[in-house]
């Protein structure tokens, strides 16, 4: 009898190679060992198809509902959509905390 809670299962999965070491970040800070997959083949895009050079995160089946709950959270937090800064009107990706062209907060 073999013991699959100590199998690698696959938690995350991206094309973002930052992302993914994100993913392990925050996977690390909760004692959750992980592994990335696929990094080898980030050098060969555009040589193969962009689906076969995806980037997956892995951990042990046993630790894989906390893993999913970690990502629940990563993926609750971030912001998918751009704003226009109130006091210049300049649009901002996601990623700004602040307007890049006049410095403002955004609300």
């Not at 300049?90 to 006049?102: D, H, L, S, V």
Request: charged share 20%; net charge negative.
């Amino acid at each position: 009898m073999t013991d699959n809670s100590f199998k690698w299962r696959c938690a995350f999965t991206t094309d973002n190679m930052i992302e993914a070491h994100i993913i392990q970040g925050l996977l690390t800070q909760a004692k959750i060992q992980s592994h990335l997959g696929g990094s080898a083949l980030q050098g060969a895009i555009g040589e193969i198809p962009n689906e076969q050079a995806k980037l997956s995160v892995y951990v042990y089946e046993i630790k894989l509902r906390d893993a999913e709950q970690i990502l629940l959270n990563y993926a609750q937090t971030q912001k998918h959509d751009d704003w226009y800064c109130v006091q210049c009107n300049e649009i901002n990706g996601p990623a700004f905390q602040y307007c890049w062209q006049c410095g403002k907060e955004h609300e």
